[in-house]
């Protein structure tokens, strides 16, 4: 039977079943086989936090979402084209999500009545005429994936667990997706075990033929590969995005790195990736707490290493103390924060911004501590040496605030030259730098550099560089204990110059016309939502510019210009407004909010109308003005 293949531009497609039916892996293997085809993607895996939440019901329904196009995109997509819904769990908790006239591949083996029942269908939503408006595929998964390993030597519950590769299969063939990588994959996965690996491979070629002979499916899609900047790629998530920007600040610094961590979601990925790294000078330490993993990291830090610590935001309000700590010692320490949704446990695996205020003054006494945030995936690696660099360059401790949906979310990476890569001079002390009145010469660890206001890093056990730590207040350049109120006075205000007036690049404003009258101001995780949002705006007619800090502490010099030039400023954040907070404070601007606390990114198309309805309020109060 002929077939007929249909040419479009993006998809968004996503698999979604219970927590044990692989969905995380089944959209891996599918966002690998896109990556390697050369498309543009951006995915967003979602997963309950129980590690096997009850078969079936809605809190154990785990999704995993990929958007590919043969162009430019900035986020997973707002609604899935097609939904794979493993049981009727999957349907029913994503159902609402896919827009009329999608596609809906259903497992109709698991929509039995007490799998309807248990999640509340009083009806079979395959048989009830719900589905009416969907172009909804129905495919025994579970009986074929049986039926194809019937000659394998291996139990029933592990033939039925290779349904997912059956579907990725199935998946592969509509989307003309190269499949040599994830049989490949597989036969390493389950090298110790070959009849698995063999059966999972058959069933994943079963899903492709599936695909290809049934009268079912009578179209197949194409999505051309997307024009990118010559240079070598790989799909790459967040999590391991900043693990390799850490080694490579190891590198660039000449320094040993050292993690000191605690395991906790979304972090503990940077902890085992890390692990895998001695030949490049990583020590990893897997401490009995967030206290102690951080206690370790600054010891290593004094000793003359480059100290790291990972956690989320419960970590952080444990390890608040020892950060207070690096701050009066002056030494580097680089604090990731992969935040979560919160408080106190709040939500393990969902996205959420709601740590800055607790990362910009959540210790006590004048703590102030640089602030670095990644806006993508593959940008951590870069926001990974910039938290480095200022660590280092500045003898402070450094907060990079990535999230969830960064950590776990995935999109190509541009694999950098290492000559390109910034150096990162750690310059310890070397022997004695104060010439007393007496022409003596001593070491005074407090001395600063006129330019950076950074103290001396002094390796322990250099001789003639022995000199005092500790939590209480130092004397201004011998570093003796000193309870002196103006010497207090002067430190504390010394150790706030030197964070206000650390080097960093100028804000750069993404605004085309040139005469846009609102700004979208972002950080972190928002920049594909926002920009992809002001694309949507812009192709409508309207102007609207965007710029998106990094640096969060101190801010851009060229800031509060920027913010002068526009009439309206929106800052939307995934908490209650603390970037709005700040920005309202320091530059007395009346900048609006626009919040969402849902544990999932912003949806571009809700952005876009957001900046539409601002933009038309302001022309009604212009008019109003006007007299109009």
Not at 51 to 73: E, K, N, Y
Not at 295 to 311: H, I, K, M, P, R
Not at 462 to 478: C, P, W, Y
Request: glycine share 10%; aromatic share 8%.
């Amino acid at each position: 039977m002929t077939k007929q293949v249909e040419k479009v531009d993006r998809v968004i497609i996503r698999f979604a079943g219970d927590s044990g039916d692989g969905m995380q892996l089944t959209g891996d293997r599918f966002t690998s086989e896109t990556a390697a085809f050369g498309n543009d993607l951006s995915t967003l895996p979602d997963f309950p936090a129980e590690i096997r939440a009850p078969a079936g019901t809605l809190p154990g329904v785990s999704a995993f979402q990929l958007h590919f196009a043969d162009h430019d995109i900035l986020t997973p997509g707002d609604a899935p084209d097609v939904l794979v819904a493993m049981n009727p769990a999957a349907l029913k908790a994503n159902l609402k999500d896919v827009p009329r006239g999608g596609t809906v591949i259903v497992n109709t083996d698991e929509f039995t009545p007490r799998a309807l029942t248990k999640v509340g269908y009083a009806a079979d939503p395959l048989e009830d005429g719900s589905l009416d408006g969907y172009k909804v595929h129905r495919v025994a998964l579970t009986t074929q994936t049986v039926k194809v390993l019937e000659g394998f030597d291996i139990s029933r519950k592990d033939a039925e667990r290779a349904k997912n590769m059956y579907s990725l299969g199935l998946l592969s063939w509509l989307y003309h997706r190269p499949t040599d990588a994830t049989v490949a994959f597989l036969e390493k996965k389950f090298a110790k075990k070959p009849t698995i690996a063999a059966a999972n491979v058959a069933a994943f070629r079963a899903g492709w033929n599936y695909g290809e002979t049934t009268e079912d499916f009578v179209v197949s899609y194409e999505v051309a590969p997307a024009p990118m900047p010559k240079g070598t790629y790989r799909n790459i998530h967040g999590n391991l995005a900043l693990a390799y920007g850490l080694i490579a600040a190891g590198h660039q610094s000449g320094l040993p790195l050292f993690l000191g961590a605690y395991p906790i979601t979304p972090a503990s990925d940077i902890l085992h990736e890390l692990s895998k790294h001695k030949n490049h000078g990583v020590r990893t330490f897997q401490a009995e707490d967030e206290i102690a993993g951080i206690g370790a990291a600054l010891g290593a830090s004094f000793g003359g290493a480059l100290g790291v610590t990972t956690t989320s935001g419960p970590g952080i309000a444990l390890k608040g103390e020892t950060i207070g700590l690096a701050v009066s010692l002056e030494l580097p320490l680089v604090i990731c924060d992969i935040q979560r949704g919160g408080p106190s446990t709040g939500l393990p695996t969902k996205t959420e911004q709601s740590d800055l205020l607790l990362a910009m003054f959540g210790r006590n006494g004048e703590a102030p501590v640089p602030i670095v945030a990644p806006r993508s995936p593959a940008d951590c690696f870069d926001a990974a040496l910039e938290a480095v660099r200022i660590a280092v360059t500045y003898r402070t401790p450094v907060f990079l605030l990535s999230d969830g949906y960064l950590a776990n979310g995935s999109e190509p990476w541009h694999i950098p030259d290492v000559a390109d890569l910034p150096e990162i001079a750690p310059n310890f002390a070397a022997g004695p730098n104060k010439v007393l009145e007496d022409g003596s010469e001593e070491f005074w660890p407090f001395l600063r550099d006129p330019e950076t206001l950074a103290r001396p890093w002094a390796i322990p056990g250099t001789a003639g560089l022995e000199h005092r730590i500790g939590g209480i207040e130092k004397q201004d350049g011998t570093g003796n204990i000193s309870y002196d109120p103006a010497n207090h006075d002067l430190m504390v205000r010394t150790r706030a110059a030197k964070v206000a007036g650390i080097d960093i690049p100028d804000l750069e404003v993404d605004d085309p016309s040139g005469e846009a009258k609102i700004l979208v101001l972002g950080w972190g995780s928002t920049y594909g939502p926002i920009q992809a949002a002001c694309r949507q705006v812009r192709r409508g007619g309207q102007r609207v510019a965007h710029a998106h800090l990094r640096h969060l502490n101190p801010f851009p010099a060229n800031l509060g210009r920027i913010l002068k030039e526009y009439d309206r400023v929106l800052i939307p954040e995934m908490n209650l407004g603390q970037l709005s907070m700040l920005i309202r404070a320091r530059y007395l601007v009346d900048a609006v909010g626009y919040n969402q606390v849902r544990g999932l990114p912003f949806k571009a198309a809700e952005l876009a109308e957001v900046i539409k309805n601002l933009i038309a309020s302001d022309a009604v109060g212009d008019s109003a003005r006007a007299g109009v």
